[in-house]
């Protein structure tokens, strides 16, 4: 679905993703795990087209069979309208407005209307506490609910490739064990997951395969779970 040739990032001077490689396949989990400057949430939002010092090739293919779109160079709205969605890091839901409200943000780029109502109730079955809230500001929900509809604003641009950054920041246990399940549902109804997240055992134990970034660079790569019994991975991200 996606293939990343020699991509490279750069910020004011700063070379922060130093000529990776990698394939994110139709209906998997991928997920990119690495400490912070890594360079793993500067390639999710480079896809998504929120950086312009790129370069490298970036190939999406939305169908089975399709032709290959370059994405360089496309604005972030266009990367929604052709089936990518970014659930960015710190959520970032505007706290003046409804449940429903931000929800509908996320279904901006869409006139199908009966497409939308039903995405909308998929919404509120995979989290049925926003249901329950739906009118309430988005600024008054707990930090697990404000998560929970920073994902569902998300999947309302119907996408065949989500992105979700760091989605387990700042929550408790219990509720990440919650967000780590809704990942496996979302990618059990069909939609491919590019994960970015600090939680290494948590994302390396839901994710078909992974890359371990280091400095900018792709150090290792493997099935999820092979890389959990790595000796290498276990001292470096999971405390031995």
Known sequence: M???KDLHVHY???HAVQGV???IPRGKIVTLVGANGAGKSSIIRSIAGLNRQVRGEMLFTRREGGTPLSLRGHPPEEMVRNGISLCPEGRRILPHLSVEENL???AYSRNDRDGIADDLAGVYTLFPHLKQ???QKG???SGGEQQMLAVGRSLMSRPDLIMLDEPSLGLAPLLVKEIFGTILRINAEGKTVLLVEQNAYAALHVAHYAYILAS???VL???GRVLLENPTVKNAYLGG
């Open 12 to 14: 004011d001077g700063i």
């Open 133 to 135: 809230r739906l009118w």
């Open 139 to 141: 600024g008054t929900l």
């Open 21 to 23: 490689n990698m394939s």
């Open 2 to 4: 996606l293939e990343i």
């Open 104 to 106: 509908m943000l996320g």
């Open 216 to 218: 900018g660079r792709v």
């Open 221 to 223: 790569e493997g099935p």
